[in-house]
């Protein structure tokens, strides 16, 4: 994988409180990998952490990436107004919670894509050790 020099705020919609991923380690047209520190920022906290549920959302916004990236080489730049509609096909939260400070990275691979929709397959780990798996349907509409 060759690395990225497009920034997060470049490829997803997500801004303050609500962008959690913090740094993509790689990514390219197959495959993005991102990481965040899990704060107390976060939605759905608990008393020593945030609900797993928290992973889909880190699935979506490093699918984000991918998906991102690779439509703002192709076009080069993602048009204003453009719309993301995401679905969860399938999610195994393998822990009930995800403890503050804890790393999580999140490797996404497209499994297919057909004009502007893309299933995507997640893995979600924390040192190393699986907290989940995600599988989501995304589709892309860009803006007029």
């Not at 390219?28 to 991102?34: L, P």
């Not at 894509?113 to 995600?134: F, H, K, L, M």
Request: hydrophobic content about 50%.
């Amino acid at each position: 994988m060759a690395a990225i020099e497009l920034g997060i705020e470049a490829l997803i919609p997500h801004r303050g409180p609500m962008r959690l991923v913090e740094r993509i380690v790689t990514a390219d047209d197959h495959q993005a990998v991102t990481e965040a520190r899990v704060a107390a920022t976060w939605p759905l906290r608990t008393a020593e952490g945030v609900a797993a549920l928290v992973l889909v959302e880190l699935a979506a916004q490093t699918a984000g990436v991918l998906i991102g990236r690779r439509e703002r080489l192709r076009r080069e730049a993602l048009t204003e107004g453009a719309g993301w509609l995401v679905g969860i096909r399938e999610a195994r939260l393998h822990v009930d919670e995800l403890l503050l400070g804890s790393v999580v990275r999140t490797q996404v691979q497209a499994a297919y894509t057909y004009e502007t929709y893309t299933q995507v397959s997640a893995r979600a780990t924390v040192a190393n050790r699986p907290v989940g798996d995600i599988v989501l349907q995304v589709f892309w509409a860009p803006g007029a």
